[in-house]
């Protein structure tokens, strides 16, 4: 979507997507050398890029941390299902992709409310019997669980990886503790909770400011940062596993990390696994 007569192909293609405002999902994409984007969107992601040069590092550690965590859930946890909350737009190193290297068999369902986000992602996914798309807000729970595409797929009965990558500092409610025990109480002990979270690590009060006010003007109005304590309290019921809330570059990384560069990120991590 990157050259004009293609954004108007899907447009057509999705003709009840906003296509007049940025969208987060769509910036993110784009940052992460996508191609599910519009001008709108790569306009405001080279924005935030001025504002705050490290926003850049927030995708890519972000992304990196995704790819640990659910190899962790899979190989460590054991668990193969997984439903992917503000799941955003398919690219390189999608949930599925990472769990099927170590269970063939892993089920993922991917939720998210972006009209392009899902059509792009059900255009990449095909005929894939092991993977669903749902366009649902997840803040609709109910919805999101009696979906065809997440009661059609996911066996509630066994353990389920709820998984919230930069998903709960953007809806609207503040309060992102009592949206996740709504998930959490869908699930069985053993179950798994991953999170990361916008921080304020290296970004000056001005550069969240101004994060806040470009924020403003996209689909997804709200930028909850939060602290690590503040993180942890949303795995209430979960316990979590080492090394706890940190710093996503500093989750389990596969080559040291720098100080430096885990700040950078900006955005925190951490994985629960559901108690008894």
């Known amino acids: 979507m990157n050259d004009e007569a293609g954004e108007v192909e899907w447009a057509a293609e999705v003709s009840h997507a906003d296509l007049t405002r940025p969208n987060i999902a769509r910036m ?5 050398g996508g191609s599910a984007h519009f001008e709108v969107d790569r306009a405001a992601a080279d924005q935030a890029l001025e ?3 490290t926003e850049r590092d927030y995708s890519r550690i ?6 640990r ?14 439903l992917d909350l503000g799941s955003g737009v398919p690219t390189v190193g999608n949930v599925h992709e ?9 089920k993922v369902a991917y939720v998210d409310w972006e009209a392009i986000a899902c059509h792009h992602a059900r255009h990449l996914l095909g005929e894939d019997p092991l993977v669903s798309v749902t366009e649902l807000d997840v803040c609709d729970v109910d919805e999101v669980l009696h979906s065809p595409g997440v009661a059609g797929l996911l066996d509630f009965s066994q353990p389920v990886a709820v998984l919230a990558f930069g998903i709960l500092d953007l809806v609207p409610s503040a309060d992102g503790a009592a949206l996740v025990e709504r998930y959490r109480d869908a699930c069985v002990p053993g179950s798994a909770l991953a999170v990361s979270n916008n921080a304020q690590l290296s970004r000056t009060d001005a550069e969240v ?3 806040r006010s470009l924020l403003a003007g996209t689909s997804t109005p709200h930028l909850h940062v939060r602290t690590a304590a503040e993180v942890a309290e949303l795995f209430a019921g979960y316990a979590l596993v080492d090394p706890g809330v940190v710093p996503a570059a500093h989750w389990r990384p596969d ?5 430096d560069e885990a700040a950078r990120g900006n955005v925190l991590g951490g994985v629960g696994v559901l108690r008894d």
Do not use: K, M
């Open 51 to 53: 504002l705050v040069p």
């Open 62 to 67: 972000n992304r990196s941390f995704l790819g």
């Open 69 to 82: 965590a659910v190899r962790y859930l899979v190989t460590e946890a054991g668990i193969d299902q997984g």
């Open 209 to 211: 400011a101004a994060l």
């Open 255 to 259: 080559t040291p990390v720098s100080e």
């Open 28 to 32: 993110y994409d784009y940052l992460l």
């Open 98 to 106: 990472i769990a099927r290297v170590h269970s063939p068999q892993a």
